[in-house]
């Protein structure tokens, strides 16, 4: 049996092709288990990940004394795949993972289905939400929406599709409405889609909607005091920081709106206070470092803004990105970050990682390499605050090492 890590960021399968075909014939070889559970299906530029893991997490509240089963399927991943397959905020077991993998990439390859690493790993999901008899899935798409693996599925009980912005331009168009059409894919017939209003692409959502007979629902604001959303009324303890985080919990409260299952406002206070998000604009108080995964301009201008508000102090921002990101635009929005001491530039190990002499020398001159380890013990144990950003996939290295 070879290593599923192998097989995954193998040369021929580590790369993005969209399309349905490829997903679509490997799980009729397994008998389509995507078609056997409910599925809330969520797409967006930002936020999707969030608000799959509040919705996610009410359900397992509600649901906590019986033996219905929620599955979460989200990515990037930060220290395993197995990370981004959940049974009740349980991961996928690593000999299980490896198997699966194994097994359906066997399956492929006798069949002469070439299947990349997110389809493998979406057919994976898809399965082993089958073989696990669960009931419910929280389904977070990929890239884009209509030609995602994860767009095969028929009739999902909601849609939902979160902030949308400019990212990943180069497949799914250099305009809002182009990026919006794209997300918009996921909508079905007859279905029911959830959206904000202030969304940069709710027109064009909206006439998707109305093309597919699909009922459009406008997430309404989730309002604050003290600090704290109030839900229903009720003042809620909410892990999850950043204003941007109330219009996915918005889309969120929303859904479970939507699903008739008679939650409870207790049921969803008890969940808020356990919503957890690693790496999403988390300050760890005794290290004095603030992590956020922020790979896109919309997502940096979030960063920025919270650090101009809530942490004034002096600071360094140590950033590192991959290569596909639109880098100039996120280092352009960080250089407007008050009272930063030095902004340094920091390689991390993975495949398709932004190099420091790829870097133009306009945005090179401003930042300083981190050449070594020890170099970045030594700024992270400094009294000063540490801002790491730029990519998930840096903070899952550093969170690996023991740095963060």
């Known amino acids: 049996m070879k290593n599923a890590v192998e097989i995954l960021k193998s040369s021929e399968k580590f790369h993005i092709n969209l399309g349905l075909k490829r997903i679509k014939l490997i799980l009729a070889l397994l008998g389509n288990p995507q078609d056997k559970y409910k599925i809330i299906h969520v797409a967006g530029t930002n936020g999707k990940g969030s608000t799959c893991k509040i919705i996610n997490e009410i359900l397992i509240e509600h ?144 006439k998707v909607a109305s093309l597919k007979n699909a009922e459009l629902i406008e997430a309404q604001k989730i309002n604050a005091k003290d600090n704290k959303p109030l839900i229903n009324g009720e003042i809620c303890e909410f892990n999850l920081s950043g204003i941007h985080q109330y219009e996915n919990l918005a889309l969120a409260i929303c859904a479970i709106k939507n699903l008739n299952l008679k939650i409870t406002n207790n049921e969803i206070k008890e969940a808020l206070k356990k919503v957890s998000w690693k790496y999403r604009l988390e300050f760890n108080k005794e290290k004095n470092i603030l992590t956020d995964g922020a790979h896109n301009p919309c997502g940096v201008r979030v960063l920025v803004n919270h650090l101009n508000e809530f942490y004034i102090d002096k600071k360094n921002i140590i950033f590192g990105c991959l290569k596909t990101k639109d880098y100039k635009k996120m280092l352009d929005l960080l250089f407007r970050v008050n009272n930063v001491l030095n902004f340094y530039f920091l390689e991390f190990n993975y495949p398709s990682s932004l190099k420091y002499d790829e870097i133009e020398d306009e945005y090179k001159n401003k930042l300083k390499k981190i050449n070594s380890k020890d170099e970045l013990i030594e700024i992270l144990n400094n009294k000063t605050l540490s801002v790491v950003c730029g990519s998930l996939y840096l903070e899952g290295q550093l969170g690996i090492e023991g740095l963060l």
Do not use: Q, W
Not at 87 to 116: C, P, Q
């Open 63 to 206: 649901f906590k004394n019986t033996s219905i089963k929620t599955g979460l399927y989200t990515s990037p991943h930060l220290f395993s795949y197995c990370e981004r397959i959940k049974i009740n905020n349980v991961d996928i077991k690593d000999h299980i993972f490896n198997r699966l993998i194994n097994d359906i990439n066997n399956m492929a390859y006798k069949n002469n289905i070439d299947l990349t690493e997110f389809e493998l790993l979406t057919a994976v999901a898809f399965y082993y939400f089958y073989i696990m008899k669960v009931d419910y899935v929280i389904l977070e798409v990929g890239l884009g929406g209509k030609y995602d693996a994860t767009n095969v599925i028929k009739n999902p009980l909601l849609e939902i599709i979160t902030s949308i912005d400019f990212d990943h331009t180069e497949r799914l168009g250099n305009t809002i409405n182009k990026i919006a059409l794209e997300k918009a894919g996921i909508i079905k017939e007859n279905s029911k889609v959830i959206v904000s209003k202030n969304n940069s692409g709710f027109e064009v959502i909206k």
